[in-house]
T-cell receptor
Framework: SQQGEEDPQALSIQEGENATMNCSYK?????LQWYRQNSGRGLVHLIL?????REKHSGRLRVTLDTSKKSSSLLITASRAADTASYFC?????????????FGIGTKLQVIP | EAQVTQNPRYLITVTGKKLTVTCSQN?????MSWYRQDPGLGLRQIYY???????DKGDVPEGYKVSRKEKRNFPLILESPSPNQTSLYFC????????????FGQGTRLTVV
C-alpha cells in the first residue's frame, strides 16, 4: 500500500483562492517532499521539510509537518491558473539499510481563471 | 544545464521483445531511481541505486532489471515486456536519496501490445 496518501484527490478552486492539500503517511520518516507535475511531464521539486521541522515557506507555498499525526499539508496562497497541476508528497523510509522513496497518489488541482 | 535525460520519450513495442530505456544525469548524483506512473496509483518505485554497482528493488520490481555501471547512467531493462507494463516511466536522480531535491526526467511513455 502507499506510504503517502494525498487528500483530496481532486480540488477545483477559483483564481485568487487558497488551495490546501494534505498528505498522510504510515511509518516514521526522515524527510518529506512536495512535488508538482504538469500533465504527463516530469515532476518538479517544490519543498523539502525534515522530520525535525514543523513549517517551511517558499514564495506562495507553505508546508507544515506534524510527525505525531504522520501528516503534512501544502498550502498555495493566492492561486493562479498556472498552478493547475498535480501535487505529490514523497516520503523516505529506510528498509534493511537502504533508502526507499514513496510517492502518494497525488492531488489534482484545477485553478479556474 | 542540470538535467536528467531519458530516451526514448515514446515507445510502442510488442510483447516479449526486449527493450531498454536509458537514463543519464549530468549532476554527479549518487542516487538514481526508476518509477512508473499509472492512473489512480501514483508513482511507484521500481528500482533504485545508492551508488555505482549498488542497486535494490523498489515496490514493483517484477519484470524489470537495472544496472549501474557508471555514475551518470541508470538504464531500465525489460527483458520480456508484457501489456501490464504499459505505463509512463520516470527516471530521477538526487545527491542523497530523499535528503535532497530529486530531479526527474521528462518521462517515457511505453505501450506494449
Amino acid at each position: 500500500s502507499q506510504q503517502g496518501e494525498e487528500d483530496p484527490q481532486a480540488l477545483s478552486i477559483q483564481e485568487g483562492e487558497n488551495a490546501t492539500m494534505n498528505c498522510s503517511y504510515k511509518t516514521s520518516i526522515n524527510n518529506l517532499q512536495w512535488y508538482r507535475q504538469n500533465s504527463g511531464r516530469g515532476l518538479v521539486h517544490l519543498i523539502l521539510i525534515r522530520s525535525n521541522e514543523r513549517e517551511k515557506h517558499s514564495g506562495r507555498l507553505r508546508v507544515t509537518l506534524d510527525t505525531s499525526k504522520k501528516s503534512s499539508s501544502l498550502l498555495i496562497t493566492a492561486s493562479r491558473a498556472a498552478d493547475t497541476a498535480s501535487y505529490f508528497c514523497a516520503t523516505d523510509i529506510y528498509s534493511g539499510g537502504y533508502q526507499k522513496v514513496t510517492f502518494g497518489i497525488g492531488t489534482k488541482l484545477q485553478v479556474i481563471p | 544545464e542540470a538535467q536528467v535525460t531519458q530516451n526514448p520519450r515514446y515507445l510502442i513495442t510488442v510483447t516479449g521483445k526486449k527493450l531498454t530505456v536509458t537514463c543519464s544525469q549530468n549532476m554527479n548524483h549518487e542516487y538514481m531511481s526508476w518509477y512508473r506512473q499509472d492512473p489512480g496509483l501514483g508513482l511507484r518505485q521500481i528500482y533504485y541505486s545508492m551508488n555505482v554497482e549498488v542497486t535494490d528493488k523498489g515496490d514493483v520490481p517484477e519484470g524489470y532489471k537495472v544496472s549501474r555501471k557508471e555514475k551518470r547512467n541508470f538504464p531500465l531493462i525489460l527483458e520480456s515486456p508484457s501489456p501490464n507494463q504499459t505505463s509512463l516511466y520516470f527516471c530521477a536522480s538526487s545527491t542523497q536519496g530523499l535528503n535532497t531535491e530529486a530531479f526527474f526526467g521528462q518521462g517515457t511513455r511505453l505501450t506494449v501490445v
